[in-house]
């Protein structure tokens, strides 16, 4: 498995922007499909966006759809989220992993999580 390590979250102002960062140990993930999760305080984890990385098609969740972006260089081994017009439900500590999907759910095959970036959107 490869090392992720979450960075870039930080304190906005609702409608305002964040990029967060997912950085790789190893030269290359070790899934085809990366994304990012969070969990509101109080509130059960859940899925945001992923990426399939080695052919650019992206997902997101009808809550952060048309608002937020999910990329990848895969030269840097690196996973970004650019996170737009962001409102205070956004609130969150988001963790990057790798994805699956089963049913109707998004979720992380190996169930292990980082530290996670903590993103805080204030009214």
């Known amino acids: 498995q490869v090392q992720l390590v979450e960075s870039g979250g930080g304190l906005v102002q609702a409608g305002g922007s964040l990029r967060l960062s997912c950085a790789a140990s190893?030269?290359?993930?070790?899934?085809?499909?990366m994304g990012w999760f969070r969990q509101a305080p109080g509130k059960e984890r859940e899925f945001v966006a992923a990426?399939?990385?080695?052919?650019?098609?992206?997902y997101y969740a009808d809550s952060v759809k048309g608002r937020f972006t999910i990329s990848s260089d895969n030269a840097k081994n690196t996973v970004y989220l650019q996170m737009n017009r962001l409102k205070p439900e956004d609130t969150a500590v988001y963790y990057c992993?790798?994805?699956?999907?089963?049913?109707?759910?998004?979720?992380?095959?190996?169930?292990?999580w980082g530290q996670g970036t903590l993103v805080t959107v204030s009214s």
């Open positions: 190893g030269r290359t993930f070790s899934s085809a499909v």
């Open positions: 992993a790798p994805v699956k999907k089963g049913g109707s759910s998004w979720y992380n095959p190996l169930d292990e």
């Open positions: 990426i399939m990385w080695t052919v650019g098609i992206s």
